[in-house]
């Protein structure tokens, strides 16, 4: 964690956290999607390296509960509410690709693609009209149907309305906004490849952090690559795959050195979205944007050879929350989800359980104020 280094009186490292959702897939895949959910997956039919397939979380995940929480309150509520970057992740869709949930059954695809990310977010919808015009067509035919269809196309039919008011609204949000910033210059034709993951990051964070000074969003995620992935860091001279890496016994020297050469990398860019943050003065306030942020890094697992998600690794930096920073806290292999209910209290939403209640009987992790 050098690169983290002058952030030290700003982190909190936490140990003893443990993803104990179980029930059906792989711990990859109950490591990536019940990560920020805490609840089990739906059965289903995709296969992973387990004996039982299963489907998607069963349940929300917790930056799109602390998104609707916000979006709930007039003065917290903006545009998006949150905001899903990738970098590096597949255009596949099954549980090891997607740790944001919207809700059961809801996964929630990361935007990989910087170029895409910028339009959705400062593009100036010069078919806007026609897509108004669209949304209403659109409307109309969804209040004729619904007295045709069954009780469970009902509800899926009102999701649907529910994406078309989203949508209306975001229309209508942009034609209020009015930037605080300037966009960010994005360096062109930086195609989203492997070998590009360096320069699509910085992209990244200067997309993320560009949206949270105009007040887009209040919840972001960003996440690199997938659960089982293949990326090859060839720019740290790493031409091994980072899972097949992950799989060499400890004591394999070589690839161990390869694993803190490839995990010092992504601490580097940890420590340029937080130096961002420090850089960047709270929009209509004191200090710096990271006086007001809180950055949660964690990982699927918590040792890749083993597959064990005990231990998960978590940090915390910024000091957004009433969290007491510069520490390292030890707890005795406690669910991870009291972790998530803490996130949501620091907030001021009092939920009394989140994910699995089985694992919330404990309350908030203890020690953090």
């Not at 008011?165 to 989203?192: N, Y």
């Not at 957004?320 to 292999?333: A, H, K, V």
Request: glycine content about 8%.
């Amino acid at each position: 964690m050098a690169p983290l280094e002058p952030f030290k009186q700003r982190m909190l490292v936490l140990h003893g956290l443990c993803n104990k959702v179980r029930g059906d897939g792989d711990n990859h895949m109950r490591g990536m999607s019940c990560l920020l959910t805490g609840i089990e997956l739906f059965p289903g039919n995709i296969q992973g390296g387990s004996d039982t397939p299963a489907g998607w979380a069963s349940g929300i995940s917790i930056d799109q509960e602390l998104k609707n929480f916000f979006q709930s309150r007039e003065e917290t509520r903006t545009r998006f509410g949150s905001l899903e970057f990738g970098v590096g992740v597949t255009d596949r869709a099954d549980p090891w690709t997607r740790m944001s949930y919207g809700g059961p059954n809801q996964p929630i695809a990361p935007i990989s693609d910087p170029y895409q990310m910028y339009q959705k977010l400062y593009g100036q919808l010069k078919d806007k009209e026609s897509l108004q015009s669209v949304l209403d067509d659109v409307r109309d035919d969804l209040k004729k149907v619904r007295k045709l269809i069954s009780a469970e196309d009902r509800r899926l039919l009102e999701d649907h309305e529910t994406l078309v008011r989203q949508m209306e609204k975001e229309i209508s949000e942009a034609d209020r906004q009015k930037l605080r910033v300037s966009p960010p210059s994005l360096e062109e034709g930086v195609a989203d490849q492997n070998d590009n993951v360096p320069r699509l990051s910085r992209m990244q964070i200067d997309l993320l952090v560009n949206s949270f000074v105009n007040d887009m969003a209040r919840v972001a995620t960003l996440q690199y690559t997938k659960s089982v992935g293949q990326a090859r860091m060839k720019w740290l001279d790493v031409s091994n795959g980072h899972h097949e890496l992950s799989h060499e016994p400890d004591k394999n020297e070589e690839a161990v050195a390869k694993l803190v050469k490839i995990n010092q990398w992504f601490a580097g860019e940890l420590s340029y979205l937080v130096q961002k943050l420090a850089n960047t003065p709270e929009p209509g306030g004191a200090g710096s944007l990271l006086d007001s942020t809180l950055v949660v890094w964690t990982n699927e697992l918590g040792k890749g050879n083993s597959h064990t998600r005990d231990n998960t690794p978590f940090i915390l930096v910024g000091n957004g929350l009433d969290f007491r920073m510069g520490r390292s806290l030890r707890y005795p292999r406690v669910p991870h989800n009291r972790l998530l209910m803490s996130l949501a209290h620091g907030f001021g939403h009092r939920i009394e359980r989140f994910g699995n209640a089985n694992f919330c009987g404990a309350g908030v992790l203890q020690n953090l104020t």
